[in-house]
């Protein structure tokens, strides 16, 4: 009988959802469904100082709205300090791991004066060469000794990381790790703590990094806003081109075929196609793809998608004073107006030009609602309304032209 293959997706919230969780969420996805598996998900929330309630829900949010649906209950390891507990407890006893007092502080700094002795728990490093077979990056070997005795808690109720995924993982009876290369160096670790408490070897395929267009490595820091899932939504981009563009990086299908649905994805995955170098965060290709999408939605499935909650469809009756966002100037708004047709026509970067303005403006009023607001109004004449992306992606360069000139006309 051949075993079940079970993947997981443990984000930690800590964040908002990034583009680098989507990929790992999808790559596990597809791969437990197309092997009629389990896809799990675990909120790795064990740091309780860092870890956000709001974080969590939105990640979760995400991941319906991108219809990655998970299999079985939702873990959580903040409700789990128990059966850690036990672990750590069993592997003291059998002589695997011990409590050590450490010296904390330093003496020559003023500031901190003196040290103060602190206990932790330690793992006993059996000190040996860990190889790993990994499905993107072939044989990987580890000389486990200058990892020394590393701390796995910091006390029986506190675990850390490695032995918290270890026992989860074990638990769970997942089969196949699939994260990214920012975490191979984990793996080691892990792999050694497995081994102590007994668990079997997962299979582990850890994924290229996802680079920006510079070929640096995408981070918040350098990039902000853009490496998150929530910026990408917020510019109307579908879920399904979303998922496509994500599936294409650090994978290809090896035909020249590039659009398809998730349920195709399921099917032509193949996680040993995964390349082993970067893989290129490509805004334009995803914008490219997402039009892709939207032209295979049906015109009814189009207005479905906003008629669900807005009647964005019937012409909009304007309230000239509602145009104006905040205590932004008629004539300003109507500058921005103007500039956003041009922009419209041109098939440019909306999103640019307002996060410019916002950022131009007095302080009362900035923000990229400066231009976005009068957009969305113009467009639907509705004080809620999806933004002003996917109205034009719905209504059609045509149309969304023709009602901003209208309210142009009316401020001038
Ligand atoms: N919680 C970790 C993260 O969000 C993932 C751990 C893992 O995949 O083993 O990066």
């Known amino acids: 009988m051949s075993q079940k293959i079970i993947t997981r997706f443990p984000p930690s919230p800590t964040g908002p959802m990034h583009i680098g969780n989507v990929r ?13 598996g389990d896809f799990i998900v675990r909120v790795e929330d064990t740091d309780k100082a860092r870890s956000k309630k709001e974080h969590e829900e939105g990640m979760l949010e995400s991941l319906e709205w991108l219809g990655l649906k998970r299999n079985g209950e939702l873990w959580h390891q903040s409700e789990r300090t128990e059966i850690y507990k036990k672990y750590l407890q069993k592997l003291i006893d059998l002589g695997k791991a011990y409590i050590s ?25 059996p000190n040996k060469q860990v190889t790993f077979e990994d499905l993107v990056r072939g044989t990987v070997g580890f000389d486990t000794r200058e990892l020394g005795d590393f701390i796995i808690a910091k006390n029986l109720e506190e675990p850390l990381y490695h032995l918290a995924v270890v026992v989860d993982d074990f638990e769970s009876g997942v089969t196949h790790v699939i ?44 990039h902000g806003e853009s490496v998150s899932l929530g910026y990408y939504r917020e ?20 035909t020249d075929q590039e659009i398809f649905t998730l349920d195709e994805l399921i099917k032509v995955f ?31 499935e189009k207005q479905k998608i906003i008629a669900r909650e807005f009647d964005v469809t019937s012409v909009p009756v ?49 923000g990229r609602g400066n231009v976005l607001w009068p957009l969305r109004y113009a467009l639907t004449g509705l004080e809620k309304s999806p933004d002003p992306f996917t109205l034009i992606a719905i209504l059609g360069v045509e149309e969304s032209i023709k009602r901003v000139e209208k309210v142009i006309e009316l401020l001038k």
């Not at 390349?275 to 015109?299: V, Y």
């Not at 100037?329 to 922009?343: C, F, G, P, Y």
């Not at 916002?358 to 302080?363: D, Y």
């Open 235 to 254: 510019k109307g981009y579908l879920p399904q081109a979303i998922l496509n563009y994500m599936a294409l990086l650090g994978w290809n299908p090896g």
């Open 24 to 36: 790992t969420a999808l790559f596990n996805y597809l791969y437990a469904k197309q092997n009629s």
């Open 270 to 300: 193949n996680i040993s196609k995964i390349h082993k170098g970067g893989a290129i965060f490509d805004e334009k290709k995803l914008e490219w793809m997402n039009k892709q999408h939207i032209n295979l939605l049906s015109p009814e």
């Open 318 to 366: 304007i309230d000239k004073t509602k145009v104006c966002w905040k205590d932004v100037s008629q004539s300003e708004t109507l500058k921005h107006l103007e500039r956003a047709v041009e922009i419209i026509k041109n098939n440019g970067d909306l999103m640019a030009y307002a996060i410019e303005m916002g950022k131009a403006s007095p302080s009362q009023s900035r």
């Open 101 to 125: 007092t450490e010296t904390e502080g330093d003496p020559t700094s003023p500031r901190l004066r003196g040290t103060w002795n602190r206990e932790v728990i330690r793992f006993k490093n």
């Open 179 to 222: 994260r990214g290369e920012d975490h191979i160096s984990n793996t080691p670790r892990q792999i050694l703590l497995q081994e102590a408490i007994g668990a079997p070897r997962p299979v582990y395929a850890h994924l290229p990094l996802i680079l920006a267009s510079d070929r640096s490595k995408l981070s918040k820091r350098k």
